[in-house]
């Protein structure tokens, strides 16, 4: 019978319902339950199960269920993950208790636990996992064959392997398991390897540069070296395409006009959740009260011709659109460095004219509009609505135009300050713009109607 982590027997009816379940399913399970029923579960599940269970990233609160095991149980399970899992469950159990857990491993666990959480979070060296399968570069193909039959399952993969100088143990070259099972079993490894010299990393790069990197070469895995040249861990593309999405998550929060969060929506408290978006929210309420002041400014005019208030909201809300998708376009050009600080003028310039012609077009549905609706009768814009419609057109010109400026240089401005480009969010943008569209319609109002409507 099987055992769970105790070395009780485990529950059949919790075996029952688990035991033809994709460890996925079973990390769905246990996601939808309570702290305290998981705990509970997990207590009960095979060791091997549990461990599958912590290594996916998608377990929730894996920290404090991890904490709130007791001590020999949550030792076990650490050091059957792999080692970065290891280290990014460690980060978030609170003191004195990671302390415990950490004095609690083998020394093999511990010292790539230790090795791991000296870099700093977002750098390659924490994402890295250590448990990778290397051979000295004298081995033949059957020799290392042979090897990989005996750690794989200890090792996070085994699609690329590392073949290290026998000697100074620096990293030689790179044999794919491909390559190696195509190749004769007597050759040297050497014979399978790279026709290339191998693509490495270094344990500061951020992890967006790790991410492209990848990406670029199409790789399962690349190896992390120190400046001998020497293998300190491996990066595999799952690990890859978990700081994707956890990047993609907080980029598009940030757009929206808050802080990131770094929960499941459900799991966020109340307090928590006010907290995350009050603050932009605030800093937003107050950018509009300029859009009140600049409105003040005009009074005289909005008095004198009420029917221009009709359509403040559709100048204003085109050049926030045009300004949010100038901001979307570029944030995301700067992640994936199609562009860079420098480029800014070449945004501009192409800008310029993008948004005139986006303005003009929507100055010719806007002119069309008022003339349908005065020629149809539902609707009578006085004996001057032929000036008016014209106003309509040029004013949409000029704010989307300063829209689409403004939305595309706002990130490049944001970067340079050291922030995150992201910052400069959809909300923002419209926020600024308008203020400055609400300046650029009563200006061309004034300039147009002065004599006939003011």
């Known amino acids: 019978m099987r055992k769970d982590l105790s070395g009780e027997p485990v529950n059949s009816t919790l075996a029952a319902q688990l035991a033809h379940e994709h460890v996925a399913d079973i990390v769905e399970l246990l996601n ?3 702290d305290e029923d998981v705990v509970e579960m997990i207590a009960r599940m095979p060791l091997e ?8 990233p998608q377990f929730q609160n894996a920290s404090e269920i991890l904490a709130a095991l007791p001590e020999p149980k949550a030792v076990a399970l650490l050091e059957g993950m792999s080692a970065d899992r290891a280290v990014d469950v460690l980060r978030w159990v609170e003191e004195p208790a990671r302390g415990r857990l950490q004095d609690g491993l083998n020394a093999e666990t511990r010292t790539a636990v230790d090795h791991l959480m000296s870099y700093a979070e977002g750098t390659a060296g924490s994402m890295m996992t ?6 000295p570069s004298n081995w033949t193909v059957q020799q290392t064959i042979d090897h990989i039959r005996k750690v794989e399952r200890s090792r996070e993969t085994v699609y690329a392997i590392y073949v290290l100088n026998p000697s100074t143990q620096r990293l030689v070259n790179i044999v794919t398991l491909r390559r190696l099972i195509a190749a004769e079993p007597e050759d040297n490894v050497l014979s399978a390897a790279l026709a290339h010299a191998p693509i490495t990393l270094n344990p500061t790069m951020p992890r967006e540069d790790v991410a492209r990197a990848i990406s670029k070469y199409d790789v399962l895995a690349l190896p992390v070296v120190d400046s001998t040249n020497h293998v300190l861990g491996i990066i595999t593309v799952d690990d890859v395409i978990d700081v994707m999405i956890e990047e993609q998550t907080a980029d598009v929060q940030r757009m929206g006009g808050m802080e990131a969060i770094d929960k499941p929506y459900f799991d966020i408290s109340f307090l928590q959740m006010i907290k995350k978006r009050a603050g932009w929210l605030c800093v937003l309420f107050l950018a509009e009260m300029l859009t ?3 409105m003040q400014v005009f009074e005289d005019e909005l008095e004198k011709a009420i029917v221009l ?10 050049g926030g659109n045009s300004g949010s998708q100038a901001t979307s376009l570029i944030i995301r050009a700067l992640a994936l460095r199609e562009v860079t600080l420098r480029d800014w003028w070449r945004v501009a310039v192409r800008e310029l004219p993008t948004g005139m012609v986006l303005g003009a077009i929507l100055g010719i549905i806007g002119i069309i509009r008022i003339t349908v609706w005065q020629e149809a009768g539902i609707f009578d814009y006085g004996e001057h609505w032929q000036i008016l419609a014209i106003t309509i057109g040029i004013a949409l010109v000029g704010i989307v135009t300063f829209g689409s400026i403004t939305g595309s240089l706002l990130p490049f401005i ?3 300050a050291g922030f995150d480009p992201a ?4 909300p923002f943008v419209a926020t600024l713009v308008d203020v ?19």
Do not use: N
């Open 32 to 34: 939808e339950k309570s």
């Open 49 to 56: 199960w549990a461990v599958e269970v912590f290594d996916r």
């Open 130 to 135: 250590t448990e990778f399968v290397s051979v």
């Open 292 to 294: 009140a002041s600049a």
């Open 309 to 318: 208030a009709l359509f403040i909201p559709l100048v204003m809300s085109s």
């Open 414 to 416: 944001i970067k340079r």
């Open 423 to 426: 910052s400069a969010s959809a």
């Open 436 to 454: 400055t569209g609400i300046v650029i319609y009563f200006s061309v109002a004034w300039v147009m109607l002065a004599g006939t409507i003011l």
